[in-house]
């Protein structure tokens, strides 16, 4: 069985408050570990009504507090806007409270608008810097060299550091540094398969890792049967096509007919974010999954389904289960 986690952004759907939003991750969370999924990673995005993650590695300790043995993690914190020296002293904090269970992804976007990051009090040009930010990270997080500036709680925590990406760029990066990397192919999947044949070509043996370990990002919408797998995936369409249009807003209601709310061109653009997913009932889904699993080849899965209503979501993730169970 390929090991398989769950990507959760702590949606805030239409009707809901956020306070309902965060209770619903604590028990999607629960339901995971219950499962038998391997981790629960949380995005970093900010100034989005529909996701209550902004906080994430406050977050990830609530969600940690609830739960005995699954990872938790971030997928992921967005280091341009933070000083890495913070986010290992956080993860560190996270990784001592909760020993062998924290994970810790990092992006290279803003993971918001310019103005909302300007607003993070980081330089907006911060991604230049990635490359040596992620080894500051890395240093922090190791064994303390002398005269080096200790991160307290962090150094000598080892916690586990992925590269996210949707691009070559994290590809080359995860490669040059023996990282994991996980690919965005949940909402930006053209470049995939690129990104994939870059990061195992020229992956470089490091302390970490002495062969290249790729996660692959799926939607799952999954339902009793194929109906409501459309069905519910058209909170995910409507939610992607508003923030497309510059609107973005809470987890919308989902509609039977999603051709009546979303013009054909902008559809072609939700469609094309949203490739990689596996829509319909637990044959659909398993036949989906299977051929995307073939195709790519991934070491692990993270699934993620925006989905309106929190018992439907949590009935998607368990088809997806029983599903992966018998791949």
Known sequence: MIPHSVLDLAPVS??????????????????????????????????????ASAATAVLIGHVAGHTSRIRVGAGGIMLPNHAPLMVAEAFGTLATLYPDRIDLGIGRAP???????????????????FPSDVLELLGHLGEPEPGAILAIPGAGTHVPVWILGSSLYGAQLAAHFGLPYAFASHFAPPALEAALQVYRQNFRPSSTLDRPHFMLAVNVFAGADDAEGIFLKSSAQLAFASLRSGRPGRLPRPVEDIAQYIEPEMRRVVDQALAVSATGGPGTVRRE????????????????????????????????????ADL
Not at 26 to 51: C, D, K, N, Q, T
Not at 316 to 321: G, H, Q, V
Request: hydrophobic residues 45%; without cysteine; proline residues 3%.
């Open 14 to 51: 239409e009707g809901a408050t956020v306070a309902e939003a965060l209770a619903n991750t604590v028990e999607l969370a629960r339901h995971a570990e219950a499962l038998g999924f391997r981790r629960y990673w949380l995005a970093e995005h900010h100034a989005m009504p529909g996701i």
């Open 111 to 129: 993971g918001t608008d310019a103005r909302t990051a300007q607003a993070l009090r980081r330089n907006l040009d911060a991604s230049d810097n």
């Open 289 to 324: 999954l299977r051929a995307l699993v073939e195709r790519h080849q991934p070491d692990e899965l993270i699934l993620t389904g925006q989905i309106h209503d929190p018992e439907a979501r949590k009935r998607s993730f368990t088809i997806a289960a029983e599903v992966l």
